[in-house]
Structure formats: C-alpha cells, structure tokens
C-alpha cells in the first residue's frame, strides 16, 4: 500500500442529503433531539463513517459514529473498529495539511 495515500477516503453522502448538519435522538425517542454539524464523513474498508460535533452545547469535542443502511447514523460499539476510524479520520486530517 502507497503510504502517500490515505487508508480511508473523504466522502458526502449525509452533507448532499442534508446539508451541514443533522438532528440526532435516541432509538427509544426518549431523549431530546439535538442538532449535530457534519464536520467529515469518510469511507473505510467499506463502510461509511461521520463525524459530528454539537452545536448548541459550546462543545469543541466532536463524535464519530458509524452511517448504516438508509443512512441511519449509529454508535461504533466495537472498540477496535472506533480506533481504526479515528485513525483514518486523524490521516485525512494530515493529509489535508499537507
């Protein structure tokens, strides 16, 4: 593999659909809805990723999941597939540097 290339790829699937940002609440609809800006959504050995960040909550901090069927925006539950996504995601960012 050409380590001048990227392991994952910039992709704009939620940003096309929805614009910059999206409304997230809980499966159960339990919690309240909150509004989260796309900042990247990147394509990693198949699968399809964001990140989100908050936007009311003054927050800096920013939240990967993973986008499944029909678009649906899922917690990442498996701690080796977070670690390789945010890898990917810290990659692109490198790479955007530069």
Same mark, same amino acid.
């Given at each position: 593999?050409?380590?001048?290339?990227?392991?994952?790829?910039e992709?704009?699937?939620?940003r096309?659909i929805?614009?910059?940002?999206?409304?997230l609440v809980?499966? %159960?609809?339990? @919690?309240? +809805?909150?509004?989260?800006?796309?900042?990247r #959504?990147i394509e990693? =050995?198949?699968?399809?990723?964001?990140?989100?960040?908050?936007?009311?909550?003054?927050?800096?901090?920013?939240y990967?999941?993973?986008?499944?069927d029909?678009?649906k925006i %899922?917690h990442? @539950?498996d +701690?080796?597939?977070?670690?390789?996504?945010? #890898?990917?995601?810290? =990659?692109?960012l490198y790479f955007?540097?530069n």
């Amino acid at each position: 593999m050409d380590r001048n290339e990227p392991l994952a790829r910039e992709v704009r699937v939620l940003r096309d659909i929805y614009g910059g940002k999206v409304i997230l609440v809980d499966e %159960e609809g339990k @919690e309240k +809805e909150q509004a989260y800006h796309i900042l990247r #959504e990147i394509e990693l =050995e198949g699968r399809h990723y964001c990140v989100l960040q908050p936007e009311e909550s003054g927050e800096e901090d920013a939240y990967i999941f993973r986008v499944g069927d029909d678009h649906k925006i %899922e917690h990442v @539950e498996d +701690e080796e597939e977070w670690e390789r996504a945010a #890898e990917a995601v810290d =990659e692109l960012l490198y790479f955007d540097e530069n």
